[in-house]
């Protein structure tokens, strides 16, 4: 009798297993392949895939979609890339913001909304986020993937015991050979993270890109939060965008790109290609370690008391009261930055002008959100409908 019960008891035991660990998979595998669908502003002239500027990356995870704007008037290009941290939703959502609304009446606009989209299809392991988040908007929520700092293992295994940066041969964390901002400016014959950053630089080259903005979000426990990291190249545009925006809207630092700090996008960039690099840094406190629950909530509220705490102690190196950090806030942030950024920019390079309408800006994302701004999709014709 004692051998039959325990035969039970494990058979039990083996269906319950059985039973999570498929469902589990069901779960892995509708977040991996779930597409985020965007509507095509009027102003997107053409959609490329990233694999049209370096034919290796084609049928790859990711081959990503490139929305190129057009202007009517000639001028300089700007390109903005979101994605490359898909734990930093802020980035993807200002760059689907960019999308959506922009016109551009002189110039060129580029964007990227996922970059690194093999790192959106897996969370961090042990972090216990979400797979999901969700943004109100007029017609209902918009669904959107939460993802991991990293490129997925299963598009990229295994990692060295030390990653060895090219072509600078710095030696840097093992895991930052998937770290979509530690592998710039890509190498071709290298893991996927440098293959995608390569081709990205043979993009900004093919398309005589101006100005480079890579979005971000940022832990309050970091110290180079709330600003713009600045290629030297770019110096003059970042310190004027940062004094107009302090005068203006909101407060934004500005920081130089270390020279001796290789693999970073704000570096890299600027130093192999034409273009001026910068990266732009807002608070994100579902990064900070000393956070509670890593939840939904949190993700887009931007609060949290252990991080609050913190801040109360002066442990922080940046504010946070009770209002938090919520999502629009930051998107409002990204959003005015890069239209300060292609303003300044124009102000002093005049034969490239970069012009761009449409846009709403920071206090109006406030007071609206940031899905105020997003098309219901049953709305749009197919042909102007785009899937990340």
Request: net charge negative; glycine share 8%.
């Amino acid at each position: 009798m004692g051998n039959r019960n325990l035969l039970v008891v494990k058979i039990v035991a083996f269906t319950l297993m059985l039973v999570a660990i498929l469902w589990a998979g069901m779960e892995f595998y509708h977040h991996r392949n779930f597409a985020e669908t965007v509507v095509l502003g009027e102003g997107v002239t053409a959609v490329k895939k990233l694999s049209d500027y370096y034919p290796a990356m084609k049928d790859s995870i990711n081959d990503c979609n490139i929305y190129i704007f057009e202007g009517k008037e000639p001028g300089g290009t700007l390109m903005v890339i979101g994605g490359s941290h898909p734990e930093e939703p802020a980035a993807n959502l200002t760059a689907e913001l960019l999308v959506e609304t922009a016109k551009v009446e002189a110039g060129r606009l580029i964007v990227a909304i996922r970059a690194n989209r093999s790192a959106s299809t897996v969370t961090r392991p042990g972090d216990a986020y979400p797979q999901y988040y969700r943004i109100p908007t007029p017609w209902g929520e918009k669904q959107y993937r939460m993802g991991d700092r990293w490129t997925n293992p299963l598009d990229s295994w295994p990692d060295p015991e030390v990653y060895v940066h090219y072509p600078s041969r710095q030696m840097l964390a093992y895991m930052d050979v998937r770290n979509f901002n530690r592998t710039w400016p890509g190498y071709p014959g290298g893991t996927l993270t440098e293959r995608t950053n390569f081709a990205f630089m043979e993009l900004i080259r093919a398309e005589n890109v101006d100005v480079f903005v890579d979005l971000h979000e940022a832990e309050l426990e970091y110290p180079v939060i709330s600003t713009i990291v600045a290629h030297q190249k770019g110096t003059h545009v970042a310190a004027m965008t940062s004094m107009m925006l302090t005068a203006t809207e909101f407060r934004i630092g500005m920081e130089y790109s270390p020279e001796s700090l290789h693999g970073l996008s704000h570096r890299e960039v600027g130093d192999h290609s034409q273009a001026v690099s910068y990266l732009l840094e807002t608070p994100e406190p579902m990064l900070d370690r000393v956070r509670g629950v890593t939840d939904e909530h949190m993700l887009l509220s931007g609060k949290d008391p252990f991080v609050q705490m913190a801040g109360r102690y002066g442990l922080l190196y940046e504010k946070i009261d009770d209002d938090g950090w919520p999502i629009d806030v930051r998107v409002g942030r990204h959003a005015s930055t890069v239209l300060e950024l292609a303003q300044s920019w124009s102000d002093l390079n005049f034969g490239k002008v970069i012009k761009i309408s449409g846009v709403p800006r920071y206090p109006e994302i406030v007071e609206n959100g940031v899905g105020y701004y997003f098309v219901n999709p049953e709305t749009v014709p197919s042909h102007r409908l785009a899937y990340e």
